[in-house]
């Protein structure tokens, strides 16, 4: 079984590579700015969560693709079956 090989920025779009310059940025900036300190955990939870929303995207526009593939194969199978 051979599987297509899935680039990222089939699923990425320009906005969504901003999020997550933008809170990687911002989350390296915290840490300069507070150092390793306690806080740094709130830190890294709020990295986390960012990070977890961002890949919850590219995992449901993934299956959105497969689903409407899967829909398109269904449709065509009718259509025949009806000629």
């Not at 320009?14 to 830190?43: C, N, P, Q, R, Y």
């Amino acid at each position: 079984m051979c599987k297509r090989r899935v680039k990222m920025s089939e699923y990425f779009d320009v906005g969504s590579l901003a999020v997550i310059a933008i809170t990687f940025i911002l989350f390296m900036l915290a840490l300069v700015a507070k150092g390793f300190t306690h806080d740094l955990l709130l830190e890294a939870g709020v990295f986390l969560v960012s990070v977890k929303l961002i890949l919850m995207a590219y995992k449901n526009s993934i299956t959105t693709k497969t689903v409407l593939k899967d829909l398109k194969d269904i449709k065509k199978t009718l259509e025949k079956r009806e000629d």
